[in-house]
């Protein structure tokens, strides 16, 4: 009975941006918790070697920004192992700059990762899902999808994107017994920070010179020091994806935590500021008929 149980425990996990950083983490979370995993990366053999051998594992090639890659990648999956049920969207990379100095063809190439890429490997997926009527849809985000800061503006752009697109997709896939998960991590000593998955705007104007050097200064000092473990992050996601009813939304570390509750108090307080006057804008016949 117990091996019986263990065998009805075990899903398959789709994971991309597994050849680094926390898509590696995850992968190999899922792989100890018993579960079989697919992970995914532009380049499999150093997904391969990157999260280790197990018979459990299937490595395939993808970019997420081609749809005929996502396609063909949950065809591969689907033939190993007859069935996914956690998509983990990983993959991203960070166009850092003052909006004014990150050029057109570099905020949509971030929004093409971060967003499109998303977009791409999930509609792959969810006919998969659909036809077993089960499955949960997780879409790593970040606090910078809740809340801008300078220096941020492409990258909190297309995080704001996964945080609507996530939220509007829950309705609908839910009645398929489909789940969906936004994870909001804070600081954690990944590899964000490094030169692989951050690209700096080229400075440009004078007036943004100095402040573009502190930040780069100040961010270059962070990397590897980040507060976070993502260890344990992949961890707790594995527990948490294995619940019957998954958060909807889950604050990754203290600091994030800490991010939602304060930006939960100012959209109250927003809202509240000019009550009287946002409530007087109906028609007045409304007004009258009331």
Same mark, same amino acid.
């Given at each position: 009975m117990k091996g019986e149980?263990?065998? %009805?425990? *075990? *899903?398959?996990w789709f994971v991309t941006g597994a050849g680094r950083g926390m898509?590696?983490?995850?992968?190999?979370?899922?792989l100890a918790a018993?579960?079989?995993?697919?992970?995914? $990366?532009?380049?499999? #053999?150093?997904?391969?070697n990157?999260? $280790?051998?197990?018979?459990?594992?299937l490595t395939v090639k993808l970019d997420v920004t081609d749809p005929a890659d996502a396609r063909a990648a949950v065809q591969a999956a689907v033939s190993r192992f007859g069935r996914i049920d956690v998509l983990v969207n990983n993959a991203g990379n960070f166009y850092a700059?003052?909006? /004014? /100095?990150? %050029?057109? #063809?570099d905020f949509r190439a971030q929004v093409e990762t971060n967003l499109f890429g998303p977009l791409n490997v999930t509609r792959a997926v969810l006919?998969?899902?659909?036809?077993?009527?089960? $499955?949960?849809v997780v879409a790593i985000s970040s606090t910078a999808g809740l809340v801008g800061? +300078?220096?941020?503006?492409?990258?909190?752009?297309? *995080?704001? $994107?996964? /945080?609507?697109?996530? +939220? %509007?997709?829950?309705? #609908?896939?839910?009645?398929?017994?489909?789940r969906t998960m936004l994870v909001e991590p804070g600081f954690f000593r990944t590899e964000l920070l490094t030169q692989e998955s951050t690209s700096y705007a080229g400075p440009s104007i004078d007036d943004y010179a100095e402040r573009t050097k502190q930040t780069v200064t100040a961010w270059n000092a962070m990397n590897g020091q980040q507060g976070g473990d993502p260890t344990k992050l992949a961890r707790a996601l594995v527990q948490l994806a294995s619940q019957d009813e998954p958060p909807l939304r889950w604050a990754a570390g203290a600091d994030a935590v800490d991010v939602l509750e304060q930006k939960a108090k100012k959209l109250l307080a927003q809202a509240d500021a000019y009550r009287e006057l946002s409530s %007087?804008?109906?028609?007045?016949?409304?007004?009258?008929?009331?």
């Open positions: 149980k263990d065998m %009805s425990a *075990k *899903k398959v898509g590696v983490d995850i992968a190999q979370a899922a018993g579960h079989a995993v697919v992970a995914t $990366g532009r380049n499999p #053999e150093k997904v391969a990157a999260v $280790g051998a197990s018979d459990d594992l700059g003052f909006f /004014e /100095e990150i %050029s057109p #063809e006919p998969v899902m659909r036809k077993q009527h089960s $499955g949960l800061q +300078e220096f941020c503006t492409a990258y909190a752009a297309s *995080k704001f $994107g996964v /945080e609507g697109w996530i +939220e %509007s997709l829950t309705p #609908e896939v839910a009645p398929f017994g489909i %007087s804008l109906a028609h007045d016949d409304a007004t009258a008929s009331a």
